[in-house]
């Protein structure tokens, strides 16, 4: 049996032994057809993603040689040639990112259910496929390494709210400190970090956490945080109460969203036409009273 991996470096295995794919280029565009699998992958998105948007004239010879040998390494049915470029044969089981989207959405209906324990450790065992960095082993492959991660992130957040709700934040602030310093502009952790540090006792740190925030979103993007995040801001100002994501309410919301996110791994354009989770508008930024 087949078993194809990108939550991490590239892995093939075959029967649970891994398979040498072989140089970068190839494990590329190998990765490339994994991610898409049964879906045609163009010509040109691989091109792009090996060369970038100045391929050598003999990019379409050193193409077609790649998927030459990758035929050679998987059997020459697995790899199709169909309208403008490549698609991978594969049956579900073979599928890392299948058997992740599984977990996810079994989580997923166990949360809308009002089960948000067992829907937590589902969700913690999906993102406990993940074997390091996305495909940190192809620096050509980054933007489909961006899509894997932004999936990743999405996943993440949809634990850390249901801890929240079981009532986790003091053991989620050290987690959460660090996602907020590697992704300063991802608001819906933001507001889950100030979610915590406020249920934790800790106020003054989440008006500090939403100032920093602010702060940030005004200087690099011109805008004002969203509606939502500055009623929270205004609720942990008040006193007010603060509780962890409504999960039986909410979770409903999110029962075909694994589907939309994994969707953007299908598209052929280089760039992600979709952001997962649940987004807070933000709000244009307002120029001061005169």
């Given amino acids: ?68 040998r990758a035929r050679r390494l998987l059997g020459r049915e697995r790899i199709a040639t169909a309208r403008g470029g490549y698609l991978l044969r594969a049956e579900h089981g073979e599928l890392e990112l299948d058997v992740f989207r599984d977990d996810v959405a079994c989580a997923r209906r166990l949360l809308a259910d009002g089960d948000v324990e067992r829907g937590a450790a589902r969700l913690r065992t999906a993102l406990a496929r993940w074997r390091g960095p996305v495909l940190d082993d192809l620096r050509c492959a980054g933007h ?95 006193g007010d109460a603060v509780r962890g994501r409504d999960w039986p309410r909410t979770a409903a919301r999110h029962q075909g969203q694994m589907r939309n996110e994994l969707t953007l791994l299908r598209s052929t354009g280089s760039r992600l036409p979709w952001k997962p989770g649940p987004t807070m508008k933000m709000s244009p930024l307002k120029p001061p009273p005169s």
């Fill in 144 to 238: 489909l390494a961006d899509g894997l991660d932004e999936v990743r992130l999405a996943v993440l957040e949809d634990r850390v709210d249901a801890d929240l709700h079981l009532g986790r934040g003091a053991h989620l602030v050290g987690e959460l400190t660090e996602l907020v310093a590697e992704h300063p502009l991802r608001e819906r952790l933001r507001a889950q970090f100030m979610t915590a540090l406020a249920v934790s006792g800790r106020p003054v740190e989440a008006l500090r956490a939403y100032t920093a925030y602010r702060r940030t979103v005004v200087e690099e993007l011109g805008v004002e945080p969203s509606a939502d995040l500055r009623a929270l801001h205004t609720r942990i100002l008040r």
């Fill in 1 to 68: 049996m087949w078993y194809f991996r990108l939550f991490g470096p590239l892995r093939v295995e075959r029967n649970g032994v891994e398979i040498e794919v072989g140089a970068p280029q190839s494990r590329t565009v190998l990765a490339l057809l994994v991610a898409h699998a049964n879906d045609v992958v163009s010509t040109g998105r691989m091109s792009e993603e090996l060369w970038g948007r100045c391929p050598p004239a003999s990019a379409k010879p050193q193409l077609q040689g790649i998927i030459c």
